[in-house]
């Protein structure tokens, strides 16, 4: 009898068959992509739902691999999923609080730009016979540009501003004729200021105007509409002089400087109950600075004095601004309407209260000349 063992059954004989490998749950890859999707959707209710399914298939993907773990795989995506979506609903629910401060300190960043921009004003007043800066306004034709920058050709300060003869900017006055923004870019020149201060954190458009050209010389006024955030009151009467109201006075009912003004069709009820503050801070409200150098964050337009709308040149106590004319004409020509269409009887006059018309930079929703 041969010694020789017995094959085993094939059943039994001990042989290495592999198993089929485990497949990855797609429940689990589909909790993980919501959960991450949910973290980046804040600020509405998308994150809480992407977050709730996000748990819901994770949670489900784990004890599914828990009950066959020999056939599903992909328990860490799982655990992603139910990490991201937890993380998804708590900052949804954050967000507006977050959202809320960082606002809050672009506004307090602004207030400080208008309150230094009003105190500029005054130091500068103090040197310059109790006016603030004033360029010509011989043509007063009421209206100006920002569409393109005018080069001084002088690397002084003090020669692109008393280019003499012809007072400020001498030869080249005309270029700036009447443009209530070089007005605030004289404060550049005289060095109370640096051209980042007219920027507001909450006006995504703009970015600080260059002071000198590439050659080193002086530009006469800011680079273009999205160099400048902030609108100051329209600083001439009517025969084309500086207003009585731009002066220091010390009156804290008087004001000078504002967040972005509605400009053209801006100004309309058709954006709803915003849609007559500067957009630059959701609506909300503005920035404003008076005579007295304090700035108050005002959710409404008729702060100036007997309640007038800063931002329609005429005295109205609503907002509601019918026959007014704040428009920005065609892009061909890149030019703002200040107010060529009134008569401006208020600016005319010599006592308060007095109308302020604060001037718009550009058409505001849009940062664009229209």
């Not at 003004?261 to 009820?269: M, Q, V």
């Not at 915003?274 to 801070?281: G, Q, V």
Request: proline share 8%.
């Amino acid at each position: 009898m041969s010694n020789t063992p017995l094959p085993l059954p094939s059943d039994q004989s001990g042989s290495d068959v592999p198993a089929p490998p485990a497949r990855i749950s797609r429940f689990a890859i589909t909790a993980m992509i919501l959960g991450i999707l949910g973290m980046l959707s804040p600020g509405g209710c998308g994150g809480v739902v992407l977050g709730f399914a996000g748990i819901i298939l994770g949670s489900s993907a784990r004890a599914r691999i828990t009950r066959h773990p020999r056939e599903l795989a992909g328990g860490g995506y799982a655990n992603i999923g139910l990490v991201t979506g937890m993380l998804a609903i708590l900052i949804s629910f954050l967000w507006p609080v977050l959202n809320g401060s960082v606002e809050m300190n672009r506004r307090a960043h602004c207030a400080t730009n208008i309150r230094c921009i009003v105190m500029s004003l005054t130091v500068y007043s103090q040197f310059n016979v109790s006016s603030f800066p004033c360029v010509p306004n011989t043509a007063h034709t009421r209206r100006y540009s920002l569409d393109t920058a005018i080069d001084s050709g002088t690397t002084n300060p003090d020669d692109a501003m008393s280019n003499t003869p012809g007072g400020i900017f001498g030869g080249k006055a005309a270029a700036v004729d009447g443009n209530p923004a070089a007005c605030l870019w004289l404060l550049n020149l005289t060095r109370l200021a640096q051209p980042k201060l007219f920027v507001c954190k909450s006006d995504f458009f703009a970015s600080p105007s260059p002071l000198k050209t590439s050659t080193g010389t002086f530009y006469l006024n800011f680079q273009n509409c999205r160099s400048l955030s902030y609108s100051i009151a329209y600083p001439w009467d009517a025969s084309g002089r500086a207003s009585p109201y731009w002066t220091p006075k010390n009156e804290a009912t008087l004001p000078l400087v504002s967040d972005m003004a509605l400009a053209g069709s801006d100004n309309t009820a058709g954006r709803g109950p915003k849609s007559y503050n500067s957009p630059l801070h959701g609506g909300e409200g503005q920035n404003v600075g008076f005579n007295d150098m304090h700035v108050d964050f005002v959710n409404k337009v008729d702060v100036g004095q007997s309640h007038d709308n800063i931002f329609a040149n005429a005295i109205d106590g609503s907002p509601t601004v019918a026959g007014v004319t704040i428009s920005v004409t065609p892009a061909a020509t890149a030019v703002s309407d200040v107010s060529a269409s009134n008569a401006d009887p208020s600016h005319t006059g010599t006592t308060a209260p007095f109308n302020i018309f604060m001037v718009p930079v550009r058409g505001t929703w849009s940062a664009n000349w229209r």
